[in-house]
């Protein structure tokens, strides 16, 4: 094409302006293939001046007229006219389609089912109202129920959940996936269509290999406003978690092994699943479209690829910086998206591969790797020849093959030819990396000295165990109740003994004074003979003084029991003395404060329940109260005892004016005692008393030895003592032999050792096992296919996933002489022996080894895995 030429546009393109972040931009929609094109307002005014009578130059002419700072020459414009012929945009040119294979930029497979454009106006009426604030924050609530009920029934779900190979659970799982793949592009087809634009098409395609469904809503780049094309991206999540959350609660609501609610269980479990996935921004799904949309960056991936090679070009083979990317933060956005694009695409492509070419190889063998090759091959064929055509395309030839790319071409031919120069001459230490277990060395048997039940243990599996710790203890209940009997013996005895020794004096004593009574009873009967023979007339004196003396007394006393009885008279009438009214005002005082303890307990027992508080916070309020309900009792009987009291010294006063009455009544029979005493029969009798005593006296001092039996007896009691206590320390001894002490510092190893408690043990019988730390063997499981490198002798290095800080070095004593099956696969034990100084490290600690097997040629080492590939499994295929 030529500067002179006039292309047309072609007449049936739709153009819009859009204004997005203080930008014009036109909106370019080809209605024959449904694509969009968004073009800066230079290039817009200059597709707007391609009428078919303006040429090229007059077009330019025009642009600099309306732009006057735009830089812009006639070549640009003739390039951005034949751009615009080859997308089919100029009048006269072939008409682009979008390709349904389209495997060189996207391998991608698009297959349209069905043009949805006259459904989504049909049902656009219908499902409107969904669109509103109160249906909107339904279907959320909605959402948040079925949330909570799926945590809180997630292990009836996943039981339900466990995979079947059958045809027909992969028929459910299809329908189900089917099912809600349709509500989730129906999301967003109508919601493009709510907000005014055209959703053309629903249909399948397989991105990477991976089957999805997709509604085509590109008219959303006619909405003028960026948050409804966000939102158009987001309603088809927004749809898809409200029908796996109606989903669910069906689910719940029906028998779950049912047709029905096993596919409502597979719709739960693939809306989670391609939520995920569609967020994810580095395939073309919503994740990615709602990315383009919050950045404002159309043709993102493609840009940053487009960016990411230019730059690749312009470090390898100099040349200007890439022109993709108007600011700074555009080129980041292309260089770090780019980036993580080309490394999900690679790893997608890498995982797919390698599980197609391992079920092509394990089926057809040699022909499975041949038809892998060839069918991976014709994939990224082309996109290897672009990338040769652009490498070539900057690659220096003829003119301009100048001086400074021929010497970046030396420089890089010189550093390939040294690096294969290194490769095949240098050595490098071979390594063997595989995962490894902490086993102890050695074990010792925790033993009891004496036979009996395990009551105790105070350490559990895993403890760290100090030498001479005590672990535990034998039931001692017998010897303790034993021993509190000899040591009540002991004290009973001790006590005896201690009284027998204090009441030898006493006894003595006891003994002089019965003798020193006797004697003065004598006296006393010959004073009372010759007061009966001599002193009569005094003594009748004596007894009418007497007389009248207990006649005062009696007045006296009956006097104070008439007022007693008045106060009794006082109580009985409801009034109460001073004293007993001080009682009644603490007794109501005590009651409030129990009422009020009562309330303390109610609400400390509402606390405990909800766990705010502990156990022994209501303890001590029901201990409070109890001592308030003690106090008010006390007060109570204090109460009844003041009125017990007042009847008492009612009753007393009154018996003491009996008593009175009756010594009254004493002192006038004793008044006619003493008339009477002068008689002979009285007189011969206080005779005979004096001889009585007198034979009492001598009997007494007869009597003084009984002391000396006192000590023989005292004597006894302490042997006694001394026995007791010599069975004492042998139930002590016997006690002490009970506790378990640890033989020497471990890691107590036995399994569930508590459940041990309870079970009789002899003497000298294992209870549990010690594990000694002071060295440890790690026990590494190298693969089979590395083995042949392991030998004795070798220098290992280990990190230890609880102390990945730091290096652990020893020494391969041993290699296993045949494999045994780990995680799925052959492995040897080989064993290292390991020095544990600090005692950080215990048995069972897991972590990775690096086995360092002697220098080799570095072409070994780096591809001795692929060569031995070659050799064994690519041999068997064959």
Excluded at 490 to 497: D, F, H, K, N, Y
Aim: charged share 25%; aromatic share 8%.
């Amino acid at each position: 094409m030529q500067a002179a030429d006039a292309p047309r546009r072609r007449a049936d393109l739709r153009l819009s302006l859009q204004a997005e972040s203080g930008r014009t931009y036109l909106l370019i929609q080809d209605p024959a293939t449904g694509r969009f094109f968004r073009v800066r307002e230079v290039e817009g005014f200059l597709l707007q001046q391609l009428d078919g009578a303006t040429s090229l130059a007059e077009a330019h002419t025009a642009v600099l007229r309306e732009f006057p700072g735009a830089r812009l020459s006639v070549n640009a414009v003739v390039v951005f006219a034949e751009r615009l012929e080859s997308l089919g945009l100029l009048a006269g040119g072939p008409v682009t389609r979008i390709r349904v294979w389209d495997v060189g930029r996207r391998l991608t497979l698009r297959l349209p089912l069905f043009d949805t454009r006259p459904l989504f106006t049909r049902l656009l009426p219908v499902v409107r109202w969904l669109y509103r604030p109160g249906p909107l924050l339904a279907c959320a609530l909605l959402v948040l129920l079925a949330t909570y009920e799926w945590l809180g029934s997630w292990d009836q779900w996943l039981y339900h959940a466990r995979p079947h190979a059958s045809g027909s659970q992969l028929a459910i799982y299809y329908l189900g996936f089917t099912l809600l793949s349709l509500f989730h592009e129906f999301g967003h087809g109508v919601t493009c269509r709510y907000f005014g634009a055209e959703a053309r098409d629903v249909g399948v395609m397989l991105i990477y290999g991976i089957p999805a469904f997709y509604c085509n809503v590109s008219g959303a780049y006619t909405l003028p406003s960026r948050r409804q094309r966000v939102l158009v991206g987001l309603a088809g999540l927004g749809w898809q978690f409200v029908t796996g959350a109606a989903a669910f609660l069906m689910w719940r609501a029906i028998e779950p092994t049912t047709l029905t609610g096993r596919v409502l269980h597979a719709m739960v479990g693939f809306c989670g699943l391609t939520a995920l996935i569609n967020l994810i921004p580095f395939l073309r799904l919503d994740g990615y479209y709602i990315l383009t949309d919050l950045l404002n960056l159309p043709n993102l991936r493609r840009r940053s690829f487009a960016y990411l090679g230019a730059r690749a070009r312009q470090l390898l083979f100099g040349g200007p910086l890439p022109s993709v990317g108007e600011t700074p933060r555009e080129r980041r956005i292309f260089f770090w998206f780019g980036l993580g694009s080309l490394v999900y695409s690679a790893a997608i492509l890498v995982a797919m591969g390698g599980l197609l070419g391992r079920w092509l190889t394990a089926h057809l063998g040699g022909w499975g790797a041949v038809l892998w090759l060839l069918l991976f091959g014709s994939l990224l064929w082309p996109s290897l020849r672009r990338g040769w055509a652009a490498i070539r395309a900057r690659l220096p030839s003829g003119r301009r093959f100048t001086m400074k790319p021929r010497l970046r071409l030396y420089l890089y031919l010189a550093a390939l030819m040294g690096v294969m120069t290194y490769l095949f001459t240098g050595t490098w230490e071979l390594t063997v990396a595989c995962p490894t277990v902490l086993e102890a060395t050695r074990r010792v048997a925790v033993r009891p000295r004496t036979a009996g039940v395990l009551a105790d243990l105070r350490f559990r599996e895993g403890d760290h165990v100090p030498r001479h710790a005590v672990l535990g203890s034998l039931d001692t209940f017998e010897l303790n109740k034993q021993r509190q009997q000899i040591e009540a013996q002991l004290q009973a005895a001790r006590i005896e003994g201690e009284i027998v020794a204090r009441s030898v004096p006493v006894v003595a004593a006891e003994q002089e004074r019965e003798v020193l009574e006797a004697a003065q009873e004598v006296r006393d009967a010959e004073e009372k003979l010759a007061d009966r023979e001599d002193l009569y007339p005094a003594r009748r004196a004596e007894a009418e003084r007497r007389v009248q003396e207990a006649r005062a007394a009696l007045d006296a006393t009956e006097r104070v029991a008439e007022r007693l009885r008045a106060d009794e008279r006082v109580v009985a009438a409801g009034q109460l003395t001073p004293r007993m009214q001080a009682i009644q005002d603490r007794l109501g005082k005590v009651r409030v404060d129990a009422e009020f303890a009562r309330k303390e307990i109610n609400r400390v027992e509402y606390l405990v329940s909800e766990g705010a508080v502990e156990q022994r916070r209501l303890d001590a309020a029901r201990a409070a109260l109890d001592a308030l309900r003690q106090e008010e009792e006390a007060l109570r009987s204090e109460l009844r005892a003041e009125q017990k009291q007042l009847e008492e010294q009612r009753e007393d006063a009154e018996a003491e004016a009996r008593r009175r009455r009756a010594a009254y009544e004493a002192t006038l029979e004793a008044q006619r005692t003493v008339e009477s005493e002068t008689r002979p029969e009285k007189i011969e009798r206080a005779r005979r008393e004096v001889q009585s005593r007198e034979q009492s006296r001598r009997a007494a001092t007869l009597l003084r030895g009984a002391a000396d039996v006192k000590r023989i007896e005292g004597r006894v009691k302490a042997m006694d003592a001394r026995r007791a206590a010599a069975e004492l320390a042998r139930l002590n001894e016997k006690i002490r032999q009970a506790r378990i002490y640890a033989p020497a510092t471990g890691i107590l190893s036995t399994p569930r050792v508590e459940e041990r408690i309870g079970r009789r043990y002899q003497e000298g019988e294992a209870i549990c096992w010690l594990d000694l730390v002071d060295r440890l063997a790690a026990r590494l499981m190298v693969d089979e296919k590395e083995i042949g490198a392991v030998q004795t002798g070798q220098r290992v290095r280990l990190r230890i996933g609880a102390y990945s800080e730091r290096w652990y070095e020893g020494i391969v004593e041993a290699v296993a002489p045949r494999a045994e099956p780990y995680q799925g696969r052959q492995a040897y034990e080989v064993r290292v022996s390991l020095s544990n100084p600090t005692g950080d490290l215990r048995p069972g600690l897991t972590g990775f080894a690096k086995i360092s097997c002697g220098e080799r040629p570095l072409r070994d080492v780096l591809f001795r895995r692929l060569s031995r590939w070659f050799r064994t499994e690519v041999w068997s295929w064959f």
